[in-house]
């Protein structure tokens, strides 16, 4: 008896230093905040609200170069993020897939990028809360590929069956680094949803010193007919006053199709950090929500308190 306990111990110990000789690397991080949103158009709501979240991140390296990383985060008690991407050896680009939540690439890695200082222009009052004439793209289940070099970056994703009762979801996105422009960046996007809604965008951004514009149109082609083709503009400008203050202002127009007039989105934001805690501020203000002129205006109020652990 005593010898069987032995040889078990033995073997357990040789299992967990052949384990850990091979075993990568794992950290921790989180995050907790307090939010107030003031809403025109909210009346006895509570205002009020906390967030919390637990991260980790898991990232090795395979005997031919080959890198990996997974990611899981814990949000309010529920596992709602998680991926995992292989990094391939020589330069030859990466791999991610997406479990939950999130774009593997294409689209997702040039769908927005007008600066800002905290929140888009769109956040809280939009109906659909992404400003830019978006469409159903899947965010579960999706394979992304991206390759960088020479200030180029492509990409591409890809969901076989975004819903049982869709079709795939195919999308890619390119952003290119201006040679001989320093700050200059163009960007393009196109593809289409599991609705076989044709989305394409394009934009531009430069950076000068301490602040960044940037100026980015998208349309949508939905298959149900040009009659409800939507399409919109979003450009802004923020500021690094210092390394821990920032503000930012942007506008957003969205054309529904409609016989109604177009969203304006307009918005204005700041942040300011102190050490492991941020404080953001964001102040917005939509016409004609979801492109109806007879809708009431509606004006946020956003004040964040979060910290980083």
Same mark, same amino acid.
């Given at each position: 008896?005593?010898?069987?306990?032995?040889?078990?111990?033995?073997?357990?110990?040789?299992?967990?230093?052949?384990?850990?000789?091979?075993?990568?690397?794992?950290?921790?991080?989180?995050?907790?905040?307090?939010?107030?949103?003031?809403?025109?158009?909210?009346?006895?709501?509570?205002?009020?609200?906390?967030?919390?979240?637990?991260?980790?991140?898991?990232?090795?390296?395979?005997?031919?170069?080959?890198?990996?990383?997974?990611?899981?985060?814990?949000?309010?008690?529920?596992?709602?993020?998680?991926?995992?991407?292989?990094?391939?050896?020589?330069?030859?680009?990466?791999?991610?897939?997406?479990?939950?939540?999130?774009?593997?690439?294409?689209?997702?890695?040039?769908?927005?990028?007008?600066?800002?200082?905290?929140?888009?222009?769109?956040?809280?009052?939009?109906?659909?809360?992404?400003?830019?004439?978006?469409?159903?793209?899947?965010?579960?289940?999706?394979?992304?590929?991206?390759?960088?070099?020479?200030?180029?970056?492509?990409?591409?994703?890809?969901?076989?069956?975004?819903?049982?009762?869709?079709?795939?979801?195919?999308?890619?996105?390119?952003?290119?680094?201006?040679?001989?422009?320093?700050?200059?960046?163009?960007?393009?996007?196109?593809?289409?949803?599991?609705?076989?809604?044709?989305?394409?965008? +394009?934009?531009? @951004? &430069? %950076?000068? =010193?301490?602040? !960044?514009?940037? *100026?980015?149109?998208? /349309?949508? #082609?939905?298959?149900? $007919?040009?009659?409800?083709?939507?399409?919109?503009?979003?450009?802004?400008?923020?500021?690094?006053?210092?390394?821990?203050?920032?503000?930012?202002?942007?506008?957003?127009?969205?054309?529904?199709?409609?016989?109604?007039?177009?969203?304006?989105?307009?918005? +204005?934001?700041? @942040? &300011? %950090?102190? =050490?492991?805690? !941020?404080?953001? *501020?964001?102040?917005? /203000?939509? #016409?004609?929500?979801? $492109?109806?002129?007879?809708?009431?205006?509606?004006?946020?109020?956003?004040?964040?308190?979060?910290?980083?652990?």
């Amino acid at each position: 008896m005593n010898k069987l306990h032995k040889v078990g111990l033995t073997a357990l110990a040789t299992s967990l230093v052949a384990s850990s000789a091979y075993a990568g690397d794992l950290s921790v991080s989180g995050g907790a905040s307090i939010s107030y949103t003031g809403l025109s158009n909210a009346a006895g709501t509570s205002p009020w609200g906390m967030g919390n979240s637990v991260a980790f991140n898991g990232s090795g390296e395979l005997d031919n170069g080959t890198t990996f990383a997974a990611y899981w985060e814990l949000d309010d008690d529920v596992m709602d993020d998680y991926n995992m991407t292989f990094g391939l050896p020589n330069d030859m680009g990466s791999i991610k897939f997406i479990g939950a939540s999130g774009l593997a690439g294409g689209l997702s890695t040039v769908n927005n990028i007008v600066p800002t200082a905290y929140t888009a222009v769109f956040e809280t009052t939009d109906s659909d809360d992404n400003g830019v004439a978006t469409s159903t793209l899947a965010t579960n289940a999706q394979w992304g590929y991206t390759w960088t070099g020479n200030g180029l970056t492509a990409s591409v994703a890809y969901n076989k069956t975004p819903a049982v009762t869709e079709n795939s979801a195919t999308h890619w996105g390119v952003s290119y680094d201006v040679d001989g422009m320093e700050g200059l960046k163009i960007v393009a996007g196109m593809g289409s949803d599991g609705q076989e809604n044709d989305i394409e965008t +394009y934009g531009l @951004s &430069y %950076t000068f =010193g301490n602040i !960044t514009g940037a *100026y980015q149109a998208t /349309e949508i #082609k939905l298959a149900s $007919g040009s009659a409800n083709d939507e399409s919109g503009t979003h450009y802004g400008i923020s500021m690094v006053v210092n390394d821990d203050f920032s503000i930012s202002a942007g506008k957003q127009e969205t054309d529904f199709g409609t016989a109604g007039g177009d969203e304006e989105n307009t918005g +204005y934001s700041a @942040s &300011y %950090t102190m =050490g492991g805690m !941020t404080i953001g *501020y964001t102040f917005n /203000e939509v #016409k004609n929500p979801a $492109g109806s002129t007879t809708a009431d205006d509606i004006e946020a109020s956003i004040v964040n308190l979060s910290f980083a652990f």
